[in-house]
Structures are given as structure tokens and as C-alpha cells.
């Protein structure tokens, strides 16, 4: 029975996990096993919680039994409320594997002189034997200290209680209520403190109206631990705690490249996003970053690729009902299971809760593609976490697991070096892209682009994006004389660039012509002149011709007259 | 642990007089032995041979306190008459213990 008194083992001692990941990883393996351990903190912190589960975990995952000495009357209602997070301790108590001993003590008893805890932790001792209970939790001591209400008592019964503990085996769990914020421990509680082997501090408190909690490790003897704070959140399955590490943002790399959904924005981002890397999508209201988004989710399961779209702004009805109107089909990789549509209402909760749930959802989906949409809802939340660290956590994760991550951010005007707007977070992500409004014209066009993308030979030029029924595309813009043109302005001054291009076009078409035509007209008449030529030649000729024989007649003539005349030569 | 009283039973007394105690105790702790003392003698004084107590050792029998709800030691439970009332200490606060037992005014 005397585990205790065996020696560290070099390693470190025997640890006991908890069951709460984020515990277990700041304490490297739970609390110390078959010691002591406080748990301390204000009204709401989690104390009760934290140990039931520690209790339930145990019970479930390892077939450890456990007891849990309930002396506050509010830990009783905790029980009763433990079917919300998904324990049902009735049944874990009729399959001996967890007691609750309602211990309440009551102010009101009447109490005439001494007494001692003797006779209970006998009773304990017994049942745990009987069902080898392995934890053993007393919630919380300072009501058995109020009840005691004498300090030699006190101090005499913790004792005992720490002594029992030593010596009968079970891991030990005492949770102490601090009344309000005040973390100094009051002398009593300083001593206890002294006699655990581990002290956690959880402390509840609200900013902004927001509701926050945190864990700390004050002290684990013979164990290294996380000395930060590190943000704690009750949700329905009861406490998380999240070991923001500050772990080398040495991320994954490939060369692979993944679509962006868009054909255009595709070959001015030479291929594509890589794979694993961030995209930020930083816009006013309504200059379609969720269909941006949307077009990347859908681009994704057409690659038959897991993706998970968290959408803040719109249920996942209304989103695969507005974005089928620009030719976007969400709802069949919805039914095919690719697509995970994750939207919720959250005002209320803070940046690191948001944060743990979307760890959550990529721990339990496993996807490989990612769209936070709009990212500024969540980290406009509150927190102590700045909207930096939200997103260097979070996209530290995605890029470890080569999550292809696309966020979007509002930009409101005005605020644009807000922290919250995402222009402090572009810093963080790989590409950066911007969506605006153009107005001219009496008209408002939206505007596309690429201002940086890290590895990547980038268009830097702006591109007008087209929503239309036929989906969404990128087009040239017009620039001209150092202005930019975009929707009808665009439009006009083509049109009227292209009217005047095929009047150019005609006017030479028909200078062509006519050209040709006085072309074919001097040629024609060339050969006129020619057959002229050869007319008047012949004509020529056939004179001559007729010249000879005129002159031969006459000579011959001439003579034969003589004859015939008998003319003396002497004429 | 010798209580000259005899060991109680749990049927109820039929005597309306007979006052009927649990004491729950934890071995010869003091407090516990104290209790016994404490408790024997206001009976005698008070109630002479209408009593009966019955000492419930809890290192004896652990498992029992728990189906009754007792945690502190000693813890002194009267069961008869009615109401059924309860007394954490060891008793040493003899007009605190005949005060919620009713017997201030009838000393004899």
C-alpha cells in the first residue's frame, strides 16, 4: 500500500492522466500518481468539473474507479448536471466504477466539542478497497474547513486527510473554492499547498462580457510542467484546456499547387494556392468573399477533397442557398459527406474557444482543405489572445497538417489598421488577397487583387470579379490615360473603342477598293491603248503595203505606155 | 469498548420513555473514548436506566456510516422519541447536548 514511498524513477515519477488533452500535454502525462494534487479557484472556475471528469475519464478509458466526496452542496447539482456533459454517472455508479458520497455538512448541526474525520476516511478506506478505486476526489476542502471552523482542527484534519492519502493509494484530487479573484492563499491555505505534490490554479473571470477561464500549473513536484496560463473552456463535453505552446512555426512545405476555384485568379497566381498554405481574403461587406470562399470549398470536394467551411456570418442553409445563385453547388458534397459545414452564432464566446472548437473539428474531421468565414468574427471575440495569436495558432496547426487554409476578414471602412481587420493578420498568411468596391460611374463594381502571394510569381494587376448565374470570373479591367474602368464604364469605353476601330477598318477596306478599282482602270485601259497601238500599227502596215503596190503600179504603167506609144526617146 | 448499558436493537422501543442513541465513534481516538464517557454520564444523570445507546465503531463496521450519512466522528444520533436529532463532538458541551436532547429542566 505504500507506493508512495517508492523513489522516483529517473524518468520522473509515475504520471496519471486526466483524460483532458490540453492538461495531460502542459503536465507531460496528467497528475502525479498516488499523491496529492490541489485543484484552487474562485466560484464557476471549473474546480468540480475538472475533477468529476478527471474521475469520469478515468473510470471509461482506463478502468480506473474512482470516489468523489461531494461536500458541497453545489457539487451535488454538478452531478446532477453531469448528464449535460455526457456522463451518466448513475449507471457508472451501479457498474462500481464510481461512488459519490454526499458529504454534506451542514452549518446548522449542532456540534459539542471536538471531533475528527477518523470515522469518514475509515468509511472511504472500505469502499475504496471494495471497488478498487484508483482517484479519489474531496470537493472541496474549505467547506469541510468552514465546518471545522477551528484552526488547530483544520490543520490537524488536513493532515490526516494528506496522511490518508499517502498511505491508502488513490490519486488524490482536493479542490479549494477561493472566494473572489484574490489569488493570495490565506496561511491555511498556504500549507495545504505545501503538502500537494501538484497545485493548479483556475481562475474565471470576464472581459468585455465575455466569459473566460484559465489553467495554471503553479507546482508539480519532481515534473517539468507549462507555467503559463493557458485558456480553459467548459462546453458539453465538459473541460478543454488548450496548451497554446509556443511551437516553432517550422511549417510543411509543397510545391503542390491547389485551385483556387477560379480559372483566372488560378493563372494570375501562376497554378494555384500551394498546398498547406494560408489565404487571407480581406474585403468590405458584400465584395463576395464567401463566394470566394465558397468557390474554393467547392473546387476542393470536386478534388474529392475532406473541407471543413465554418461560417460565422450565414447558416449552412442560407449558404448553399446564396451561393447556388452564383452557380456555386454546395449541397451534393454536403450529402456525399466531403464538405462539413460548421456554422454557429457567437457572440458570446471568446477567441479561444472558437479556437479549440475549430482544433476540435480538424482533429475529428481530418480535412484538407479549410475555410474560415469570416475569420474577424472569431477573433473580434475577445480574449486575452490577441487576433495575431489566434491566428498564428491556428494556422500553425493547419499548416502542420498541410491544411490548405482560406480565411476571410472584414474590412469595415475606416479600419483598416485595426488589428481585428485582418490587415495584422495578412502577415501571418501566405497570399493575401483584397476584395473592393470601385465606384464609378454611379456604380459599384468589385474589384480583385493579388497583394502578395509568398513564393509565387504573381499577377499584380487588377482584376474586375464578374458574379453572374454562369459562376464567378475574373476579367481585364480597362486601363487607359492612368484610369481604371470596370462594369458599364469598362464596358462603353470598349464598346466605343471597338466602333471606332471598325470605322478605321471600313474607311481603309474602302480606300482598298478603290484603289483596286483605279487600279483595275488604268490596267484596262492600258490594254485599250495597247489593242489601239496594234491597230493603228496594222493600219500602218497595211499602208505601206498598199503605198508599194500603188508604186510599183505606177511604174510598171508608166513603161508599158512607152511601148505602146512608140515614143521616140527624145520626148 | 464496555458500555454498561445494554447494546441497543433496532426494533423500536414499545417504552415511550426508553430514549434510544446511536453513537458513532472511531476506535479509542480520543474523541471518540470521550464521547462514550460524555455521553454515559449525562444519561445516568438525566435518564437514569430509561436509555439505551448502541456505539457503532466505525473502523469496525466502515462500510455502515456511509449508508447513514455519517462522516465526522464521533457523531451521536438519537432515534427515539422523535424527532430524530444529531450531535457532532465529543459532547464535552454538556448544556449544548442536553439543550438539543430537551433534558435541561429535568435534572434528578
Known amino acids: ?571 | 469498548m464496555s458500555v454498561p448499558s445494554q447494546k441497543g436493537s433496532r426494533s423500536p422501543t414499545r417504552d415511550r420513555q426508553t430514549t434510544l442513541f446511536w453513537l458513532y465513534v472511531a476506535g479509542k481516538t480520543p474523541n471518540s473514548v470521550q464521547a462514550i464517557a460524555n455521553l454515559q454520564s449525562i444519561c445516568q444523570e438525566y435518564l437514569r436506566d430509561r436509555y439505551k445507546i448502541e456505539v457503532v465503531d466505525m473502523l469496525q463496521e466502515p462500510l455502515r456510516a456511509l449508508s447513514e450519512g455519517v462522516l465526522v466522528t464521533p457523531t451521536l444520533v438519537r432515534l427515539s422519541p422523535l424527532p430524530v436529532r444529531k450531535i457532532l463532538g465529543d459532547l464535552s458541551d454538556r448544556n449544548a447536548v442536553l439543550h438539543v436532547l430537551g433534558l435541561e429542566e429535568s435534572p434528578e
Open chain 1, 1 to 571: 500500500m505504500n507506493r508512495k514511498r517508492i523513489a522516483p524513477q529517473p524518468q520522473g515519477l509515475e504520471k496519471m492522466p486526466t483524460g483532458i488533452d490540453g492538461f495531460d500535454e502542459i503536465t507531460g502525462g496528467g497528475l502525479p500518481r498516488n499523491r496529492t494534487s490541489l485543484v484552487i479557484g474562485g466560484p464557476g472556475a471549473g474546480k468540480t468539473v475538472f475533477a468529476m471528469q478527471t474521475l469520469v475519464n478515468g473510470a471509461r478509458r482506463w478502468n480506473e474507479p474512482g470516489i468523489f466526496v461531494a461536500f458541497e452542496e453545489n457539487s451535488r447539482q454538478i452531478i446532477a448536471n453531469a448528464a449535460s456533459f455526457g456522463w451518466d454517472l448513475e449507471t457508472m455508479e451501479k457498474e462500481g466504477r464510481l461512488f459519490i458520497l454526499d458529504a454534506h455538512l451542514s452549518a446548522d448541526d449542532i456540534k459539542s466539542g471536538m471531533f475528527d474525520l477518523v470515522g469518514m476516511l475509515a468509511s472511504i478506506k472500505a469502499k475504496s478497497d471494495e471497488m478498487g478505486a484508483k482517484r479519489i476526489v474531496f470537493d472541496s476542502i474549505d467547506v469541510l474547513l468552514t465546518f471545522l471552523n477551528d484552526p488547530v482542527t483544520e490543520r490537524q484534519e488536513i493532515y490526516r486527510l494528506h496522511e490518508w492519502l499517502a498511505q491508502e493509494g488513490p490519486t488524490g484530487i482536493i479542490t479549494i473554492r477561493l472566494a473572489g479573484d484574490n489569488l493570495l492563499l490565506s496561511q491555511h491555505y498556504g500549507f495545504i499547498q505545501f503538502m500537494a505534490d501538484c497545485v493548479i490554479l483556475l481562475r474565471h473571470y470576464l472581459i468585455e462580457r465575455v466569459s473566460l477561464r484559465d489553467l495554471r500549473v503553479v507546482k508539480y513536484r519532481g515534473s517539468k510542467f507549462e507555467e503559463n496560463e493557458f485558456p480553459l473552456i467548459i462546453d458539453s463535453k465538459g473541460i478543454d484546456v488548450t496548451s497554446f505552446r509556443s511551437k516553432e512555426t517550422k511549417g510543411k512545405v509543397s510545391n503542390e499547387r491547389v485551385s483556387s476555384g477560379i480559372e483566372r485568379l488560378d493563372t494570375m497566381l501562376n497554378g494555384g494556392f500551394f498546398r498547406g498554405s494560408s489565404v487571407l481574403i480581406t474585403g468590405a461587406p458584400g465584395t463576395a468573399k464567401s463566394t470566394l470562399c465558397a468557390a474554393f470549398a467547392e473546387a476542393a470536394c470536386r478534388r474529392a477533397e475532406k473541407t471543413i467551411y465554418i461560417s460565422f456570418d450565414e447558416s449552412a442553409d442560407e449558404l448553399v442557398r446564396n451561393m447556388s445563385s452564383v452557380n456555386i453547388h454546395l449541397a451534393p458534397h454536403i450529402e456525399s459527406g466531403v464538405l462539413y459545414i460548421y456554422s454557429e452564432n457567437t457572440e458570446s464566446r471568446s477567441s479561444e474557444e472558437h479556437l479549440m472548437r475549430i482544433k476540435k473539428l480538424i482533429s475529428e474531421q481530418e480535412p484538407r482543405c479549410l475555410v474560415i468565414d469570416p475569420l474577424s468574427v472569431m477573433i473580434r471575440a475577445g480574449g486575452r489572445i490577441s487576433a495575431l495569436g489566434v491566428a498564428k495558432e491556428l494556422l500553425g496547426l493547419t499548416n502542420a497538417n498541410l491544411i490548405t487554409t482560406v480565411l476571410s476578414s472584414l474590412v469595415e471602412g475606416g479600419e483598416s489598421m485595426v488589428e481585428t481587420s485582418g490587415i495584422a493578420i495578412s502577415t501571418v498568411t501566405d497570399t493575401w488577397l483584397d476584395l473592393s468596391f470601385v465606384a464609378q460611374g454611379g456604380e459599384r463594381n468589385r474589384a480583385l487583387s493579388i497583394i502578395k502571394s509568398r513564393g509565387t510569381r504573381h499577377s499584380n494587376q487588377v482584376r474586375e470579379l464578374i458574379l453572374s448565374d454562369q459562376g464567378v470570373t475574373l476579367t481585364d479591367v480597362y486601363t487607359a490615360r492612368g484610369e481604371v474602368l470596370m462594369g458599364s464604364l469598362r464596358w462603353a469605353r470598349i464598346r466605343a473603342e471597338a466602333l471606332e476601330k471598325e470605322l478605321t477598318r471600313a474607311e481603309i477596306e474602302r480606300k482598298r477598293i478603290d484603289l483596286e478599282l483605279a487600279d483595275a482602270e488604268t490596267l484596262a485601259r492600258m490594254e485599250t491603248l495597247k489593242r489601239q497601238l496594234e491597230a493603228q500599227r496594222a493600219e500602218l502596215a497595211l499602208l505601206i503595203a498598199q503605198q508599194k503596190v500603188q508604186e510599183e503600179a505606177w511604174s510598171v504603167g508608166q513603161k508599158d505606155l512607152g511601148e505602146m506609144r512608140d515614143a521616140d526617146k527624145e520626148f
